[in-house]
């Protein structure tokens, strides 16, 4: 019935007419609206399973996280031969890892499940932010480390010892640590957006201004840095290839090559982990669907965390010494017997 049609009846008919229809108008509007909020109750529940997932993963690769780097800090300390410079840069970078089993794991589990402990604790909210600050930049910071203890042995190996040594070596891991210990401390001294009510994230809590620079910045100039010291690396190991023969120095040449492959796998391997990480970081200050990036957030978050895990495994594949160490402190041994070469 069209309007003209509604006027022009009886009144009794009218009266009908909205008696017989207001059930059926009714539903309608119940189910515009039911439409309207299914949506969003649908994605909160897809992120509540994938925050659930994400806190099944990180409990499980916690404990093997503390036990192969704890394997790697324990390794050096006991074995005298395993103390060279460049494995004093792989303990650093396994402390940084270790950081991230305890307390950023046990911090973001407890987001993962909704705890009100960390959702709308402000000082445990703050922690949980600079927690991920200190491990990623001590990561970073220790592969960058690492990176230049390879380019001095390879491209200056006749400096290398007067140049690396154990005070200059000693200065530069305090100047790493007090850096991140600082920037990681920051959130918790007042470098916070933190208001009441507001979601614990990592990019709404911490300032844009600060977030940016503790993250991308740090993260690409280390990357710029590394991949131009290793593109150096093996162009000078492969044009001297022949000099070194003729010098009768080919073992320690090649010692020194292969363990900056071995170090670039887990530079490389780093930045595949926390790449999809970093472009996260940019989408969230881009006006888009909240929740799916969240989820996606979380999810690459999560990712960049089994980074942590991996490192020993390298160790243990890819370097003779140190899988030596590993066995040997496994079966209760004192004493190296495999001879290290790496």
Not at 118 to 144: F, P, R
Not at 145 to 164: E, I, K, N, Q
Request: glycine share 2%; charged share 15%.
């Amino acid at each position: 019935m069209n309007t003209t049609e509604f006027f022009s009846v009886p009144y009794e008919s009218k009266f009908s007419f909205l008696k017989n229809n207001a059930s059926e108008l009714n539903m309608s509007k119940f189910e515009s609206f039911t439409n309207m909020t299914t949506e969003p109750t649908d994605i909160n529940t897809t992120q509540e399973m994938c925050d659930m997932m994400n806190a099944i993963v990180l409990l499980i690769i916690a404990p093997i996280i503390m036990f192969g780097n704890g394997l790697v800090v324990i390794s050096f300390a006991k074995f005298k031969r395993l103390q060279t410079t460049m494995n004093t840069f792989l303990v650093s970078l396994a402390v940084a890892d270790s950081l991230v089993a305890a307390p950023t794991v046990p911090l973001y589990v407890l987001f993962y499940l909704h705890s009100s402990y960390v959702e709308n604790a402000k000082y445990a909210c703050l922690i949980k932010c600079g927690s991920v600050l200190i491990s990623l930049s001590g990561s970073i910071m220790s592969l960058t480390a690492v990176t230049v203890d390879r380019y001095f042995a390879v491209l200056y190996p006749l400096h290398y010892t007067g140049w690396m040594t154990r005070p200059n070596v000693a200065k530069l891991i305090i100047v790493i640590w007090v850096y991140n210990i600082t920037i990681s401390l920051m959130p918790s001294m007042g470098v916070n957006a933190w208001r009441d009510g507001i979601i614990c994230d990592f990019f709404l809590v911490l300032p844009k201004p600060f977030t940016i620079f503790t993250v991308p910045c740090i993260l690409f100039a280390c990357l710029f840095v590394s991949s131009f010291m290793y593109i150096q690396i093996f162009r000078e190991a492969r044009r001297n290839k022949k000099r070194v023969e003729k010098f009768c120095q080919q073992e320690k040449a090649t010692r020194e090559t292969r363990a900056a492959k071995v170090m670039f796998l887990i530079f490389f391997l780093f930045f595949l982990f926390w790449f999809p990480f970093l472009i996260c970081s940019f989408l969230k200050y881009i006006p888009t669907k909240r929740t799916m990036i969240e989820i996606i957030k979380n999810f690459t978050l999560t990712l960049a965390m089994c980074n942590s895990a991996v490192n020993p495994i390298i160790y243990c594949w890819l370097r003779r010494d140190f899988r030596a160490a590993f066995k040997a402190i496994i079966q209760g041994k004192s004493e190296l017997k495999f001879p290290v070469n790496a």
